[in-house]
């Protein structure tokens, strides 16, 4: 399915005919896949919270990511956005965590970082990673994260609970 056709409430229509419950752990995304799911009306019925975890200490303290793959791996990484969504899971009852972490404009202070983005969609049995280099100012980059969110939750559901 075409990203810019992924809305919210498709999520929510899947979410509720597979009675599947949503969590998400944003980083880069500072809350806002969290705004656009509790937008819409009845979401408490398939979204159960978030926790944004924007500094390394919410990550490490809330989340449980090891420091250790925080200084190994940066803030920023494959290993870091699993673990995001693997501390969500648990912290949250819920069937499938999403997590994003990522750089939304390129910094003065650190050129050799190009904007990107890391999505983790996770079950209690399987996940899914994106990464995505984004082209763009800060807001564009942030709705594109939340698009690429959505396609990566649509393709999940369809993959791991549609399959009949």
């Known amino acids: 399915m075409n990203k810019s056709t992924v809305s919210i409430k498709i ?8 009675n599947l419950s949503l969590s998400t752990a944003e980083s880069c995304s500072g809350g806002y896949l969290s705004k656009l799911m509790t937008d819409t009306s009845e979401s408490s019925k398939f979204y159960n919270g978030s926790i944004i975890a924007y500094s390394n200490k919410v990550k490490t303290d809330i989340l449980k990511v090891p420091n250790d793959v925080l200084v190994k791996n940066g803030a920023v990484s494959r290993e870091v956005s699993i673990l995001m969504a693997e501390g969500v899971l648990n912290l949250i009852d819920c069937d499938i965590a999403v997590s994003t972490t990522g750089i939304m404009e390129q910094s003065n202070q650190d050129d050799n970082k190009a904007p990107q983005v890391y999505i983790t969609v996770k079950s209690h049995k399987h996940q899914s990673v994106i990464h995505h280099y984004l082209e763009g100012n800060r807001d564009e980059n942030r709705l594109k994260t939340i698009n690429y969110a959505f396609e990566c939750l649509y393709d999940f559901i369809n993959k791991h609970y549609l399959v009949s």
């Open 11 to 18: 999520i929510q229509k899947l979410c509720n005919k597979h």
